[in-house]
């Protein structure tokens, strides 16, 4: 197997655990795993939580009830619409269709959806986003739960088959695309780094986080608030900051945000990778802010631990928005900060 991304957690379990499958002409010498990202402590750690038995909370039986009054509340979606949309499925079964019949059925399906779809486009884009966010959520937690568990509920089933295809349909925001132009592989080299032992030792049972309320997704690690983060930088450095320079910082969480190229190496990448090319973006939106930051800007540019600081936090944000699943959303969550602190 060749890696060639950042793999950690339950991510790197799930991919690198794809090389125990069975096979009668493979044996375990046969697998080898050439990684040119991740080191083996970090592989090993992921492994960890997962070595012996796991054990995680029951499902709240309400959860996927909760999650569809989420999804109802945005009016988006007809009961009625969504039966004839099932109807239309029921009617094709599992033959397979060709020429005409095809072109109706899917006329057909194109017609269940068109209503939703046009209820869609008529919500402002904040409201978009947040019912393309609940339905993500709840078709990702029906497709797990339903595996285990039988909810015997036709109005989840439906929900979740109707909600699965008008996904599909109504999309989310443009990719951010950036063209390198031509690019050739002009040198290589291949360093042995050294034999790794990451095999694991047994330390009894694990607690591990199931699927919750919220989704039971990776959680983004929490951040001071920016003002904590100026406190700090008083404190430290004997300084007078205020809400200006924090609107600074903030500035520059939006000018990474809202730059097209920079957006697309945090989507691409992991954090460290991010920061090769956000940093020289960061000191550009100081510079910018010269005349306003005076203070402020004469530490960021005379003082080494001064700017790392600012750099961290403001950077930290970025990436977090940048990969957020509903990033519209925190995007205009930023947007309504900067405008707290200027009281405009």
Known sequence: MYVDKTLGGFDAVQTLSRLNRIHPLKSQDDVRILDFVNDAEAIKKSFEPWFETTITDAADANILY?????????????????????????????????????????????????PAQDRF??????????FRGELQVYVRAYGLLAQIIDWGDPDLERLYQFGSV????????AAAAVDIGDADLSHFRLQFTGRHNVSLTEVGDRDVRGHAADGGGRREPEMAPLAEVIAELNDRFGLDLGTSDEVLILQQVAGLVSDTAVAQVGLMNDEARFAQVADDRLDDIVADNAERNTDFVKHYFDNDEFRTLVKEAARKRAYQIINAPVRDEALAKLRAE???ETGL
């Open 166 to 173: 008008l996904l599909k349909r109504i999309g989310g925001p």
């Open 121 to 130: 486009a008529e919500l402002d884009v904040d409201e978009q986003s947040g």
């Open 66 to 114: 909760d999650k569809q009054r989420l999804v109802m509340e945005y009016q988006v979606l007809v009961a009625s619409e969504m039966d004839a949309f099932l109807r239309v499925l029921q009617e094709a079964g599992s033959a397979t269709l060709k020429g005409a019949a095809e072109k109706q059925y899917h006329a057909k399906l194109t017609n269940s959806l068109k």
């Open 338 to 340: 900067m405008e707290r």
